[in-house]
């Protein structure tokens, strides 16, 4: 009963995700259609003189989060890339077809990745049965421990802008505060923190509090 229990929970979870990730696309199609005129309102918002620190600052933005796209892209090719080296090392049929799948479906974080795990696993236990099962899980536990420790700290981390242990302290904060969709959004969030608190001690070295000068 408990098992049957979790196979629904985890099922209706990952369909309810994919509505869920299906009315986000729709949203983003028309939100980017429309990306001058939101611009050109923020801008119209925003006082003359203030137009150049708002756009800088909008450019900064900018930059995390489409090095964090950037970033999501390249672990996935990594990783799809990697699943097919070893899944083909491991002598497991359509080694590139399931490595390829499984980089697809990592552009969801965890969600997507735990899809793959079980079409990939119940594919292999099909097709090669529980030999090639096993080698399959051996291949997935492996990748997954460097890619925790290793791929997606690093790579994220350059795109971003941030330490590579950081983005392992905010990818497990995000997880414990918003679940899947604090994991989604933990790394730019985290960047875009250490930005603003950046700029604040800069202005803060600079005030006569800090130097001194009265």
Known sequence: TSI???LFRKTFGILSFLFSFAIFIVIAFFSSSRYPEIKKAIF???PPHRKEYVKSWLVKFDAILSGFIRGQLTVCFVLGTLYS???ALAGIDY???MGAMIGVFCIVP????FTAVI???FLSLAIGGPVAFLKVAAVFVVIQIFDTIFITPNIMGKRVGISPGFVIIALFAGAEIGGFLGVLIAVPTFAILKLLGDDVMARY???SSY???H
């Not at 965890?110 to 990745?113: M, S």
């Open 4 to 6: 049957f229990g979790m």
């Open 44 to 46: 119209d918002l925003t």
């Open 85 to 87: 080296i070893f899944f």
């Open 95 to 97: 080694a590139v077809s």
């Open 110 to 113: 965890y969600v997507g990745l």
């Open 119 to 121: 079409i990939t696993l």
């Open 205 to 207: 070295k600079h005030c």
């Open 211 to 213: 130097t001194g000068n």
